[in-house]
């Protein structure tokens, strides 16, 4: 049974840094593409990172570029989103998923496993 479980969430002020984690069990994320999107309330699913299958090539929104960084370990099984001069409008549950074509979208469909989400607040 496949399980994304993410962590590192919190309440933190504009301008400070946190870093997610998203641990999985169930596959190796070196065969899988993962992405870590974002949902606020009443706000649809947006993307946020994406790293591809090698490991080679990262993606990320316009609104977060330059600040966030993702990242992958292999040996942990893990992959992590660095997240630094956070604004208040980067307040949202972040999600992190596996998508076991490889390739790293901006769509969230495409992805087919699905963590539980972690609660990210800024405050201003």
């Known amino acids: 049974q496949v399980q994304l479980v993410e962590s590192g969430g919190g309440l933190v002020q504009a301008g400070g840094s946190l870093r997610l984690s998203c641990a999985a069990s169930?596959?190796?994320?070196?065969?899988?593409?993962e992405g870590w999107f974002r949902q606020a309330p009443g706000k649809d699913r947006e993307f946020v990172a994406a790293?591809?299958?090698?490991?080679?090539?990262?993606y990320y929104a316009d609104s977060v570029k330059g600040r966030f960084t993702m990242s992958r370990d292999t040996a942990e099984n893990t992959v992590y989103l660095q997240m630094n001069s956070l604004k208040p409008e980067d307040t949202a549950v972040y999600y992190c998923?596996?998508?076991?074509w490889g390739a790293g979208t901006k769509v969230p469909r495409h992805y087919d496993y699905w963590g539980q989400g972690t609660q990210v607040t800024v405050s201003s």
């Open positions: 998923a596996a998508d076991k």
């Open positions: 169930g596959l190796t994320f070196g065969g899988y593409a």
């Open positions: 790293i591809n299958w090698s490991g080679g090539s990262t």
